[in-house]
């Protein structure tokens, strides 16, 4: 008699690519598709989007100065977070999203905490992002992972909220 031991429990990759890579192409697009409708309080048009990208590009995560992280859930690419390196070991997270279908998993902690251990790894001792007033999920994420508010450090005119943490094994 064969029996079956139930459903598998979903396999989570995070793996590191190219932004310009096609999959991290179309995750970024998702991302933006997702802030520029939040934003806008509708859906928004591909105008938008595209514009969007163009005002905040992440070519620029990828190494040295950089990194892009992929999140993928049985597979199938459903999340992303970006780690750029600044002077004096700051690292600023950014693009960090997971697709509505990915959400209510423990992901996003988990991305983020990816992100602080390479972040680390590269000699990174604080680790800061920025967000807007409306994603307040995001902000929820960031103080529960313990990032505190803290002055803001640049003049992002989307940018509502400054986060910082002081890594460990930095």
Do not use: W
């Amino acid at each position: 008699m064969h029996t079956s031991a139930g459903p598998h429990p979903p396999t989570i990759e995070f793996a590191v690519a190219r932004p310009d890579s096609a999959p991290a192409r179309a995750i970024l697009r998702t991302y933006y598709v997702d802030i520029v409708g939040r934003y806008h309080g509708r859906s928004a048009t591909d105008a938008e989007v595209e514009s969007a990208m163009g005002d905040a590009p992440s070519h620029d995560l990828v190494p040295p100065t950089g990194e892009f992280l992929l999140a993928r859930l049985d597979g199938t690419v459903v999340g992303c977070a970006g780690l750029r390196l600044l002077p004096a070991g700051v690292g600023e997270l950014t693009r960090v999203f997971l697709a509505p279908a990915a959400r209510g998993r423990g992901l996003a902690a988990r991305l983020v905490r990816r992100v602080e251990q390479r972040a680390a790894g590269l000699g990174v001792r604080t680790l800061r992002m920025d967000t807007r007033a409306d994603l307040i999920e995001a902000r929820r994420l960031y103080a529960r992972l313990g990032y505190r508010e803290v002055e803001p450090f640049n003049d992002d005119p989307y940018a509502d909220h400054f986060f910082a943490k002081e890594l460990a094994g930095a």
